[in-house]
């Protein structure tokens, strides 16, 4: 478990330095209004999409699979939109990880921290089941207002990264989690306490079944919830985030405890959170990051790629 950013002198080293100039200068931008951010965030996003090739044919093909009755005008729509989002998040990031709380709790607004409160006051923990959202470390910062939990999340190659994404989401947690600890992950539940989970990313073969995923009849998803829930005697609330439509804000949401969950078949489980997640998805698609290979895993290795 980590409880403090690390910082030492090999993180100032000359080959840094170009990208602790690149930090700074996105520390002096944190400071203008909202929506002049997100108005620079657009302009980034449709530059990633011009140069960013790969990326781009990732999220066409993931858009083709997932809404295969939508038009090619509506889903080209839809793909600017996202990638002028991930532009905006860029800021979403900065801004969740060093604004002050007063500032966020000006652009905020939360709804469901009760269903929070009551399980954790019926001595279960909480596991915040969250989807991929661009405007995700924002909306970590957020629920971070009235009650801080313990981040699961994957350590950064790069040490410098490291030290600021520490850094930065203790501001809104107790503490981060590697996301491959589940002893500790279970102890956070068992004290009890609240952990973010996501299941909409492809993580390979291992421990995962192959389910529908909106239009794709057959793709690679974890269980470990189930697990999750049932060793750590834990409630699970979905949960969403998404940056208003002026660019002026962030509205939080945290649903019920879901009911008999975990239920007796993981895979029944998993069918039941992927349609949760299709569900959060469906509130603001364009805010939802496609640009990952979502479908990777076939169910057979000898499956040709979809992409």
């Known amino acids: 478990m980590v409880e403090q950013a690390q910082f030492s002198k090999a993180l100032l080293h000359p080959k840094h330095w170009g990208l602790w100039f690149g930090i700074g200068l996105g520390r002096l931008v944190s400071m203008l209004p909202l929506p002049w951010q997100m108005g620079l965030g657009k302009l980034i996003g449709r530059l990633i999409m011009k140069y960013a090739k790969s990326r781009v044919r990732t999220a066409k093909r993931n858009l ?4 295969p009755d939508a038009s090619p005008e509506e889903r ?3 793909l600017v939109r996202n990638f002028e989002e991930a532009g905006k998040a860029i800021f979403d990031t900065i801004c969740g990880w060093w604004w002050s709380d007063e500032r966020v709790q000006r652009h905020m607004t939360i709804k469901g921290q009760e269903h929070v409160q009551s399980t954790l006051d019926n001595g279960q923990g909480v596991i915040l089941f969250a989807v991929h959202c661009l405007p995700l470390e924002m909306g970590a910062r957020i629920f971070g207002q009235f009650n801080p939990g313990v981040g699961v999340y994957r350590p950064h ?12 989401r203790l501001r809104s947690n107790k ?3 590697p ?3 589940m002893r500790q992950m279970v102890r956070s539940l068992r004290a009890p306490d609240v952990i973010w989970y996501t299941a909409d990313q492809d993580f390979g073969r291992s ?3 192959f389910i529908p995923f909106f239009a794709v009849p057959n793709a690679a998803t974890i269980t470990g919830g189930t697990t999750l829930a049932k060793l750590g005697k834990a409630k699970v609330l979905p949960f969403f985030v998404e940056r208003n439509a002026d660019d002026k804000g962030y509205n939080i949401e945290i649903g019920a405890p879901l009911e008999n969950f975990p239920g007796e078949n993981e895979t029944v489980d998993a069918i039941r959170g992927n349609q949760i997640i299709e569900e959060l998805i469906s509130r603001n698609k364009a805010q939802y990051m496609w640009l990952h290979r979502r479908f ?5 290795e000898d499956d040709p790629s979809v992409y």
């Open 179 to 181: 996301k491959k600890d």
């Open 157 to 168: 190659n790069n040490p410098v990264m490291e030290y600021l994404q520490v850094k930065g």
């Open 76 to 78: 080209h729509d839809l």
């Open 64 to 67: 083709e699979l997932c809404f």
């Open 175 to 177: 503490a981060l989690i």
């Open 296 to 300: 990777k895993t076939r169910p057979n």
């Open 207 to 209: 421990s995962a079944v």
